[in-house]
């Protein structure tokens, strides 16, 4: 924070070499910039929480027991003030005042305000001083009122802050904010009978984060996909996305998820990325392949599927699709958490057989498209066929690599619904390509290369990225999009209703 600094430089309290010392303590740790003062033992917390009342032309209160309300106390549950470090002070005739940690957290402002139903005023207190208070009104907490972190790597203040959330919230900012700053290319969950070890990796280079204990485990975890737009159901591999706000820009992490009997791995890495294309004219295919999701997205009813390995990049091309739609002046229903992106009429469906009855009440409303995520199960599918043979248009994706894999899935749901070959408009494959990092992009000899090719077909150079602060050490830096559309017409309903191997129908095409 500039305006700190400068403000404690300017009373001298500080010093530049002191402003440096925890500018690179900031960095490194990912604390903001008074708790990277605190922590180097240059200033005390009295100091900033001083500072920043003036900054912000906010009361600076000193509390304990006498300047207390209980009344007010009882307006905030006791999760709620540890959550955001702060203490109720006084309520009257609506009007709640709260001494709180971090008065510019607006997230915790506005949850007071939606508990306690009153006005929120806001004073700054001592961290200190209000965690007595919470022991005093609240009552010294359980182990089972904390999450259960340990690490050597943050600061002990932030420790605090991430144990008072159980529900892990805190936990996952700060960790992603972490992998960021200090440039990881990974951050990584690993269980174990006792605790969850926390290792975060550099290149070659792993290091120890820090621990969790298992017991609060499971609510991160559904923290974690609910924010991810991670489906847990079934034990399937999860792939979800975060955007983090850290070092004054906004990065976006990859989020992947492995259930291994009782146990759920995490691993967190930055995202190798650029914007998906939000229209179909700003795709990267042929100006065909083109023409063909237009006609798709024209069609008046039947089913289209989009398949990619990653659910973003499928969900993506659906959007891509839906403004064609909207542009043609349908009405667009959306299903499931991933379409935050789509600006239109949206609804965080269930999973499983859930689903279903999502789609049947969407229906109901008589859209002229359905977009579901995936559709996984036999009632959800049954459900949306319904809403086909109805004169709906049904978007929906599939987990598949490319377009081979995408038609032998679409082959096997023919075998299970007969009708369905003749009811199907086309398909789409996306595939997104990570592009080399040109900072730390070198030519490789063939044989350090661990890929293969068919004789004849090897590439006359090969190039590799050992990974660079550029790239936060992944070796990539940027990522294209290629798509692939086909129309179905009857030849390939013929193929697809006597069950034709994807081969065959991808040698009609």
């Not at 967190?268 to 229209?279: D, M």
Request: with cysteine; hydrophobic share 40%.
């Amino acid at each position: 924070m500039a305006n700190l600094g400068e403000f404690l430089v300017n009373l001298n309290i500080i010093n530049d070499e002191n402003v440096e010392a925890a500018l690179k303590e900031q960095k490194r740790t990912g604390v903001r910039f008074g708790e990277a003062l605190v922590s180097l033992g240059i200033v005390r917390q009295e100091d900033i929480d001083w500072a920043l009342s003036n900054l912000l032309d906010l009361p600076y209160v000193r509390i304990n027991t006498e300047t207390i309300d209980p009344a007010a106390v009882r307006l905030v549950p006791a999760s709620v003030a540890r959550r955001y470090s702060l203490i109720p002070l006084v309520h009257n005739e609506g009007d709640l005042t709260i001494a709180i940690v971090d008065p510019l957290n607006k997230e915790g402002i506005a949850e007071v305000e939606s508990v306690s139903g009153c006005s929120v005023s806001v004073s700054m207190g001592l961290v200190r001083e209000i965690k007595e208070m919470q022991d005093h009104f609240y009552g010294v907490p359980s182990e089972e009122d904390f999450i259960g972190f340990t690490s050597s790597c943050l600061i002990q203040e932030t420790a605090d802050e991430i144990n008072a959330d159980i529900t892990g919230v805190r936990l996952l900012e700060h960790l992603c904010s972490y992998t960021i700053d200090e440039g990881l290319s990974s951050l990584s969950f690993k269980p174990s009978k006792d605790h969850i070890t926390l290792s975060g990796r550099r290149g070659d280079e792993s290091r120890f984060i820090g621990r969790l204990s298992i017991s609060r485990y499971g609510d991160f975890i559904s923290t974690l996909s609910d924010r991810a737009g991670i489906n847990m159901a079934g034990g399937i591999p999860g792939h979800g996305s975060l955007w983090v706000s850290a070092g004054g820009s906004n990065s976006r992490l990859d989020v992947f998820v492995l259930q291994t009997g009782p146990w759920v791995h995490v691993t967190l890495k930055p995202a190798v990325s650029s914007l998906f294309p939000g229209t179909i004219f700003e795709l990267e295919t042929s100006e065909s392949h083109k023409e063909t999701l237009r006609s798709m997205s024209s069609s008046r009813s039947g089913m289209v599927f989009f398949s990619s390995r990653s659910q973003s990049e499928r969900l993506r091309l659906i959007g891509s699709c839906l403004r064609e739609c909207s542009g043609h002046g349908k009405d667009v229903i959306t299903l499931g958490r991933g379409f935050w992106f789509y600006n239109g009429v949206k609804a965080n469906a269930g999973e499983g057989n859930d689903l279903g009855l999502w789609i049947e009440a969407a229906s109901q409303h008589e859209p002229d498209v359905i977009a579901v995520g995936d559709i996984q199960d036999t009632h959800s599918f049954s459900a949306a066929f319904d809403c086909v043979l109805g004169d709906r248009l049904i978007f929906t994706g599939l987990p598949a690599q490319d377009m081979r894999a995408a038609l032998t899935q679409i082959s096997y749901l023919s075998r299970r619904f007969p009708m369905l070959p003749w009811y199907i408009i086309g398909a789409a494959a996306c595939s997104g390509v990570r592009m080399l990092c040109p900072e730390c992009k070198e030519q490789a000899h063939p044989h350090r290369v661990p890929v293969k090719y068919p004789k004849g077909t090897e590439p006359e150079v090969f190039f590799k990225a050992n990974g660079c602060p550029a790239c936060h050490n992944t070796g990539y830096l940027n990522k294209r999009y290629l798509v692939e559309a086909v129309m179905f017409d009857d030849t390939v309903a013929n193929l697809l209703g006597r069950s034709a191997p994807a081969g065959e129908i991808m040698d009609y095409r």
